[in-house]
């Protein structure tokens, strides 16, 4: 396939996927907001990677009762505090550390390991990238719903860059 080709088809590849359920914007009208389907009945957990100082999309949901993990290191503190959070200044990475964590490590810290009834939210200006390369499928599906602000696209033509985005994409 032509690099013209394998671009289209990722670029095809970015859409909602289709839903019996209704679309609903939660957060705020510009960064911050996300649009998904509105199917929160059994959502017990949401992890929020990726703060800096807007956390409208997590207070919708620890207003409603959901238990919130949210994951920043670029911030002290959430811009807001609610007590269904639970923030941790650790960074999102391929492996752990001290000051970072991978998803599967989330997960099992949070007791996401033991539901399918989780949402996840990322917005980590362009680590998603490296983050995605080493996650088992099998962790996405403790995930009802993925919501996630992605970046770099403007890379797409860089192959080894395409390779990246195929492989989140394909996850």
Request: hydrophobic letters at 40%.
């Given at each position: 396939m032509n690099n013209q080709n394998e671009i289209l088809n990722l670029l095809k590849s970015l859409k909602m996927n289709d839903s019996k359920?209704?679309?609903?914007?939660?957060?705020?009208n510009g960064d911050g907001g996300y649009v998904l389907p509105n199917d929160f009945e059994k959502i017990?957990?949401?992890?929020?990677?990726?703060?800096g100082d807007e956390d409208s999309f997590d207070k919708y949901f620890a207003e409603r009762g959901v238990k919130v993990y949210q994951y920043d290191h670029t911030i002290d503190n959430p811009p807001s505090n609610h007590s269904n959070y639970q923030?941790?200044?650790i960074a999102w990475a391929e492996n752990?550390?001290?000051d970072q964590r991978t998803l599967e490590t989330m997960v099992d810290l949070a007791g996401i390991n033991k539901t399918t009834n989780a949402l996840l939210k990322f917005d980590t200006e362009g680590a998603e990238w490296d983050c995605?390369?080493?996650?088992?499928?099998e962790t996405l599906k403790h995930f009802k719903i993925i919501v996630c602000e992605l970046?770099?696209?403007n890379s797409i033509g860089n192959s080894n860059h395409r390779v990246k985005v195929k492989n989140l994409l394909d996850k």
């Open positions: 359920f209704p679309k609903i914007r939660v957060g705020s017990e957990h949401l992890l929020s990677i990726g703060i923030f941790h200044k752990d550390s001290a995605f390369q080493k996650i088992d499928v970046h770099g696209l």
